[in-house]
């Protein structure tokens, strides 16, 4: 079936520090990718997507490619920020959509030191 | 208010009692959601709701039982918990039928069984 691996955590980083979190995917069909970011003490927050091969998805500074031909949808921000501190979810989901079913990785924490 | 939202925040019950958990979504949306969420495992989903229909249960045991009233509001009664049931519990809605149906979460309930 559908499945996300993330790189487990927790990742440590200092501020300004260049980040990636990596994400792999499988998917019978061609699946949407989705990155879901959890400040605490708060539920998941969607920071960005991407729908087909090669789109760029960004926000906020963060970015992530769907690249097909790696099954892969990594997050990157080039300038990390004490309050990017939360945990990062990879998520896929896979036509057809009133399956309703959305899989989501095991998120990443990533702690920013001043 | 806005997006959707959880009530309670917080809650502690004892193993003998009952309770029920509120979510709400001002999103207009008709697909909603519980998730569980428990240390240092991934987000697992209890139960899907699509116009007010139970789509899915995966395998949740009988303590949890789901109600949706309407496509705004979805209640989880719990009873007879246990205290391995200590997560945070996620409320989600999507709009269904839409490509992508990226899916927006409340704050969660975190429920501590003694």
């Known amino acids: 079936g559908d499945s996300v691996t993330q790189m487990e955590g927790p990742v440590t980083l200092s501020e300004e520090a260049f980040l990636t979190i990596n994400c792999t995917y499988t998917?019978?069909?061609?699946?949407?990718l989705f990155w879901y970011v959890q400040y605490p003490g708060e539920g998941l927050q969607l920071l960005l997507k991407a729908t087909k091969a090669d789109d760029k998805g960004s926000n906020k500074g963060f970015e992530a490619t769907y690249r097909k031909e790696t099954t892969s949808f990594h997050l990157e921000k080039g300038s990390v920020q004490v309050s990017d501190s939360a945990v990062y979810f990879c998520?896929?989901?896979?036509?057809?959509?009133?399956?309703?079913?959305?899989?989501f990785g095991a998120g990443t924490r990533l702690t920013v030191k001043p | 208010e806005t997006g959707v939202t959880q009530t309670p925040r917080h809650l502690v019950m004892g193993m003998t009692n009952k309770k029920s958990l509120k979510c709400e979504q001002h999103?207009?949306?008709?697909?909603m959601y519980w998730y569980k969420q428990s240390a240092k495992k991934p987000l697992e989903l209890m139960f899907v709701y699509n116009f007010k229909e139970q789509t899915e249960n995966n395998s949740v045991p009988s303590r949890f039982s789901p109600e949706c009233p309407n496509s705004s509001h979805l209640f989880l009664h719990l009873h007879t918990l246990q205290p391995e049931d200590s997560a945070l519990y996620l409320c989600?809605?999507?709009?269904?039928?839409?490509?992508?149906?990226?899916?927006?979460f409340g704050p969660g309930t975190r429920l501590t069984v003694t």
């Open positions: 998520a896929l989901s896979d036509p057809p959509y009133n399956n309703n079913d959305m899989r």
């Open positions: 998917a019978t069909g061609y699946p949407s």
């Open positions: 989600a809605s999507s709009q269904d039928q839409t490509d992508p149906y990226e899916q927006y």
């Open positions: 999103l207009g949306h008709n697909a």
